[in-house]
């Protein structure tokens, strides 16, 4: 008995081990990290998305588009000061991911925006969303809904292991 309640507890940390590293994503020389959308009040239109961008190709590369079923169109946002103002803009041309180097989409900076929301994002839920990269092309991630709390505790990815990415394309 007690070997069959080492093997289930075995079993169950390995999968919830597996659960942390398939929210990460590599397409190209790409690797997105732990893809998240925040969670919306009822009837709220919009919703933003974050992760974090890894380019270890030699090429800088460009997040240019997204679609998801759930919003009536994806852009890509900046929110910046200007003098004591914070404004938000559209990046039409879309973002750069420098070569060797990494672009974080958080919150007040930039960012995903979920535009004509169907349906309220709630915590806990998962949506596909299609990345769209001007030279890796596309790729299916899942955007976990959090709220915005859970999401600034789970900021910090420096210690993260990159290594056991899934493969999109």
Excluded: C, W
């Amino acid at each position: 008995m007690k070997k069959i309640a080492i093997l289930l507890s075995t079993a169950l940390l390995g999968f919830s081990t597996a659960i942390v590293s398939a929210h990460d994503y590599k397409v190209g020389e790409l690797m997105i990290d732990h893809p998240v959308a925040r969670a919306t009040p009822p009837n709220a239109p919009v919703s933003g998305g974050y992760m974090t961008i890894h380019n270890n190709g030699s090429e800088a590369d460009r997040l240019v588009s997204g679609e998801a079923a759930f919003a009536g169109r994806v852009e890509i946002h900046e929110m910046s000061m200007e003098g004591e103002v914070m404004k938000m803009r559209q990046l039409v041309d879309g973002l750069e991911v420098p070569a060797g180097g990494e672009v974080v989409l958080k919150p007040g900076g930039y960012h995903i925006m979920f535009i004509g929301l169907e349906q309220q994002l709630t915590e806990g839920e998962t949506y596909p969303v299609t990345l769209v990269f001007e030279k890796a092309g596309s790729v299916d991630v899942e955007f976990n809904v959090e709220t915005i709390q859970k999401m600034n505790e789970n900021m910090d990815h420096g210690k993260m292991d990159h290594s056991k990415m899934k493969q999109g394309g």
